[in-house]
Nanobody
Framework: QVQLVESGGGLVQAGGSLRLSCAASGRNFGSNYMGWYRQVPGKQRELVATITSGDSTNYADSVKGRFTISRDNAKKAVYLQMNSLKPEDTAVYYC????????????WGQGTQVTVSS
């Protein structure tokens, strides 16, 4: 079982920066794939960035060059550094843990609101 708690959301002006954090519980954090997703009302949740156990990263085209995902296995934490924020980045951001095994399981945090004003 994995529990995820996000923090770091808030209100920021366009062009500003925020850093989201996700604290995880559970065993074998280092072997989990971790990711950040976001969702706005009326739309599907979309991938923002992912990071593998080997620190390979993947980003949505809309955030490439502006967002950086990282992880600290010793702290069981994953981060999302968001720079040059745009109003269209406004959403609830969710932390995801994908536990690989015989059955793949996805776990989600409760979400943190990011609002970018123009």
């Amino acid at each position: 079982q994995v529990q995820l708690v996000e923090s770091g959301g808030g209100l920021v002006q366009a062009g500003g920066s925020l850093r989201l954090s996700c604290a995880a519980s559970g065993r074998n954090f280092g072997s989990n794939y971790m990711g950040w997703y976001r969702q706005v009302p009326g739309k599907q949740r979309e991938l923002v960035a992912t990071i593998t156990s080997g620190d390979s990263t993947n980003y949505a085209d809309s955030v490439k060059g502006r967002f950086t995902i990282s992880r600290d296995n010793a702290k069981k934490a994953v981060y999302l550094q968001m720079n040059s924020l745009k109003p269209e980045d406004t959403a609830v951001y969710y932390c995801n843990a994908r536990v690989l095994g015989f059955v793949i399981k996805d776990y989600w945090g409760q979400g943190t609101q990011v609002t970018v004003s123009s």
